[in-house]
């Protein structure tokens, strides 16, 4: 039986009225936006949020050396983002967002790289949460420091030069997350000084076709349907990459809900590739 990586919005709701089990269920607000939709994730939290919820900043619980956007910091930094927010290693989270772009699957991706099980995301959102009436609150969450530790899970990372390597050994598939055209490289990048197309042998599903109107994720066989017609070979194992690393995670989130685990993030996708002086790179359609 699969293990969905999903909750309800009603069950959100009614374990905050009277949670189940022992440990703490914590809701967290990893709302980000692309630049240019001049919106504040952490100043929409602070004006309205989930009761009990904390703010997931992705941007800042990043690797501060990095020249690229939201890298995945290192474990030390991320054990005392945790801890601050009050997260121990027994506590169940379920990220939510408001966000076009999903972002709560990068948070969600983020808790599983370091090891937390025990993480969700809900499903349809914020969105959804305010459409269906349920409590909205200004107030500050105050939670005492949390406990913690990670523990490092390779198998769902990958760096560049992991990325050069399955260009030469073949052994996963690479599916982007991106838009047909920014894939495609018919339009320009909207981060400037990035070439346009794609990873060669790249495969194109495009994330934003993964939900239907309420915010929701489409059902499973829907979802497994579009893997499938995009080229994945479901025997095989997948990298997801996309602009910087966000919608990337919404692929892996969307293959979690199928029961397909052998997955992995890039985490730098085209931002880290179509900067890169002499990576190989395709435009057009996927071949």
């Known amino acids: 039986m699969i293990r969905s ?12 009225a009277a949670p189940e089990s022992g440990s703490a269920i914590i809701p967290l607000d990893a709302s980000w936006h692309m630049p240019d939709c001049k919106r504040d994730g952490r100043a929409e939290f602070d004006a309205a949020h989930i009761p009990g919820a904390a703010f997931f900043d992705i941007d800042e619980i990043s690797h501060p050396a990095s020249p690229l956007p939201h890298t995945l910091p290192n474990p030390d930094q991320f054990n005392t983002s945790m801890r601050e927010l009050g997260i121990s290693n027994d506590d169940t989270i379920v990220v939510y967002d408001h966000s076009d772009v999903r972002s709560a699957a990068r948070a969600w991706w983020m808790l599983r790289v ?46 560049q030069d992991d990325m050069l390597m399955i260009l030469q050994n073949g052994r996963e598939q690479i599916l982007d997350a991106r838009g047909a055209a920014r894939f495609e490289g018919s339009v320009p990048e909207p981060r400037p000084g990035l070439k346009s197309g794609h990873i060669p042998g790249a495969r194109n599903l495009p994330f934003a076709t993964l939900f239907g109107p309420d915010c929701t994720l489409l059902p499973a066989e829907t979802v497994k349907e579009k893997v499938m017609a ?37 985490d730098g996708s085209w931002t880290d590739w179509g900067s890169a002086p002499g990576l190989p790179i395709e435009t057009g359609p996927a071949r």
Not at 119 to 140: H, I, Q, S
């Open 230 to 266: 995009a080229g994945v070979d479901m025997m095989r194992p997948v990298v997801t990459t996309c602009g910087s690393g966000v919608t990337a995670c919404v692929l892996m989130l969307a293959f979690s809900t199928i029961g397909k685990e052998d997955v992995a993030v890039y």
């Open 5 to 16: 990586p999903l909750v309800s919005t009603r069950w959100l709701a009614d374990q905050l």
């Open 114 to 159: 370091f090891g937390h099980k025990n993480v969700y995301v809900l499903d349809g959102g914020l969105a959804k949460w305010k459409a269906e009436g349920r409590p909205l609150t200004k107030e500050k969450t105050v939670r005492a420091p949390g406990t913690f530790t990670s523990r490092f899970q390779p198998s769902l990372y990958r760096s």
